[in-house]
């Protein structure tokens, strides 16, 4: 079993940035089969969507709104996942959530808001 614990969620004008932070915890063979870690975000009466993934090749991948102002990195010592959001603008505001999967499992964590005001 994996866990994932978020943070950095918060307030900010656009225009802002924030930082989010996911570290992944648990069974130490389960994180090691981790496929792919990133980040989706939820806006209510709307479904999931991708903002960024870094897969076990080391590659990773952006939904195309998010080009060239969010950035995904990794710390391997620490299994966690930084996404650094710059020139956040008020169609950013979501629920962010951590996701990781392994083979067919799917995790996810508790979610994290992210507000951009106008």
């Known amino acids: 079993q994996v866990q994932l614990v978020e943070s950095g969620g918060g307030l900010v004008q656009a225009g802002g940035s924030l930082r989010l932070s996911c570290e992944a915890s648990?069974?130490?063979?389960?994180?090691?089969?981790?496929?792919?870690m990133g980040w989706y975000r939820q806006v209510p009466g709307q479904t999931r969507e991708l903002v960024a993934v870094?897969?076990?090749?080391?590659?990773?991948r952006y939904t195309e709104s998010v080009e060239g102002r969010f950035s995904l990195s990794r710390d391997n010592a620490k299994n966690t996942v930084f996404l650094q959001m710059n020139s956040l603008k008020p169609e950013d505001t979501a629920v962010y959530y951590c996701?990781?999967?392994?083979?067919?499992?799917?995790?996810w964590g508790q979610g994290t808001q992210v507000t951009v005001s106008s």
């Open positions: 870094l897969s076990s090749d080391g590659s990773t």
């Open positions: 996701g990781a999967q392994a083979s067919s499992v799917q995790y």
């Open positions: 648990g069974s130490l063979r389960s994180i090691i089969r981790l496929n792919t």
